[in-house]
């Protein structure tokens, strides 16, 4: 495929637009509330902007480097600019972690149109605490539903991808992002001014250090890098297609601070809810599903709201998804010279067989377990906390000891002709901090600073 060939994205805003639409979805609004529960709350919320700023934020200028210079997919990138070198295993981890991930996130994905079939059948409606949580767990530990729902999402996202890069991505999210970001003000405001409001609030913003452990830390690097889509060649993929005149770093700066603000207002909105309904914060993926109802029972014309709501996080979850897909579409399509269709068959077909199996070891299948996990869980610990900061890690190993600094700032700053006022703190993060701090939360979690530690003081 000649680079000319390739397809672009159509305006400025659109660029911006469709990022933010792989950036923002359930990792915001599903995940990151449920981590921030299950990981003490303020100390978690710390260390995930401190991550998001000083690791998230310079590996996403990164992979707009490499995406737009090569103008390929995640594992073509590095063939392209490396050429004759192991590099591309970076994008090898990409493309299997783009499989992994839909294989959980499209059961999810799944369980927000369930709730737009409940909202619109009225059974959101009148209902305690525990019958909601009730309800949930009897649905999401089925076998038939579930499954189809996931089948549905995994067709929607398959259409969209077959209908090429510009037209599917664009349109969806040109809408729909401003009309997310609405209703969770709305939301936040009802939720605030719920009883025992603050309790929420204190617990999401004001952090108790004793709570902060490696698992904590390791947690909130992974939600980072799963929240800002980086990590896998994801950013890298939409990159390729960006124009010469997108302006990278302002892109960059723009997707990290909507997407952190999106996240931040999903814990607002969620928190006082469940600290004034009783619910567990540690209640692990249900929670968000299991809390929202609450909130829009106490809302005049509640399932018109949670309607809304629910199409909104499923089209926001679609444009993540998508991205996702892409990653592993654009890389059989270029890597191995299939049609379009055909790739996209191929990929929909892999991710369909993990979403059922992934799908029933929240139920049936509970008993089988990996190092301890179900098969969900599974997917989502070695992406989240493993395989994106892993890629992180080479990917700035890979442009620090690959590429020319001149070359990384002409690109950076479009041939000189836009100013990156803080291109060497950039490099400074992206060569050394980076990929070292990556490596030490590696060490830390898994007890080899400690053990390091036992010998020294021996
Ligand atoms: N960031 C998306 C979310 O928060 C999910 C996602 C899309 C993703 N593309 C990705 C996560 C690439 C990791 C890597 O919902």
Not at 114 to 128: D, P
Not at 134 to 148: A, H, Y
Request: net charge positive; with cysteine.
């Amino acid at each position: 495929m000649t680079h000319e060939s390739r397809a672009t994205f159509g305006s400025k805003l659109g660029v911006v637009l469709a990022t933010v639409g792989s950036a923002v979805g359930l990792g915001n609004i599903w995940r990151f509330p449920y981590m921030v529960g299950e990981n003490g709350g303020a100390a978690f919320l710390l260390i995930y902007v401190l991550c998001i700023l000083f690791l998230g934020l310079p590996v996403m200028i990164t992979e707009f480097f490499i995406g737009r210079h090569s103008h390929r997919n995640a594992a073509g990138a590095f063939k392209e600019i490396a050429p004759d070198s192991k590099w591309s295993v970076i994008g090898y981890n990409g493309v299997l972690a783009a499989f992994m991930i839909l294989g959980f996130y499209s059961v999810v994905a799944g369980w927000t149109l369930e709730y737009i079939l409940q909202a619109v059948t009225g059974s959101l409606s009148n209902k305690s605490a525990a019958e909601f949580a009730n309800d949930f767990s009897v649905f999401s530990t089925g076998i038939i539903k579930p499954i189809l729902w996931t089948f549905i999402f995994i067709a929607l996202t398959h259409i969209i991808i077959v209908s090429g890069v510009k037209k599917g991505i664009e349109r969806a999210s040109k809408v729909m992002m401003p009309m997310l970001f609405i209703i969770l003000v709305i939301l936040c405001v009802r939720s605030l001014t719920l009883d025992n409001a603050e309790k929420g609030i204190s617990f999401l913003f004001n952090p108790d250090f004793s709570k902060i452990t490696s698992s904590v830390i390791l947690s909130a690097m992974g939600q980072a890098f799963f929240s800002l889509s980086i990590g896998m060649g994801c950013l890298i993929t939409y990159s390729s297609y960006f124009s010469k005149a997108t302006n990278l770093q302002r892109t960059a700066l723009e997707v990290t601070i909507l997407d952190t603000l999106v996240a931040l207002l999903a814990g607002v909105m969620i928190f006082p809810a469940v600290f004034s309904f009783n619910i567990q914060p540690t209640a692990g993926p249900e929670l968000v599903f299991i809390t929202l109802p609450n909130v829009f029972g106490q809302m005049s014309l509640g399932s018109l709201w949670s309607f809304i709501f629910f199409v909104l996080l499923a089209l926001a979850a679609l444009t993540s998804t998508i991205s996702l897909h892409e990653v592993a579409t654009a890389y059989v399509l270029e890597e191995h010279k299939m049609s379009r269709r055909k790739a996209a068959l191929l990929v929909s077909g892999g991710i369909l067989v993990l979403g059922i199996i992934s799908s029933l070891s929240l139920g049936i299948w509970k008993q089988y377990t990996i190092f301890g996990l179900t098969f969900f869980d599974f997917l989502d610990y070695v992406t989240a906390k493993i395989m994106l900061p892993f890629g992180g890690m080479l990917i700035c190993f890979f442009v620090g000891r690959r590429v020319d600094k001149k070359i990384l700032k002409a690109e950076l700053t479009n041939e000189g002709s836009i100013t990156f006022h803080f291109f060497n703190t950039y490099a400074f993060f992206m060569r050394y901090v980076a990929p070292i701090a990556i490596g030490l939360i590696f060490l830390n979690e898994l007890g080899i600073i400690k053990w390091i530690n036992g010998i020294i003081l021996q």
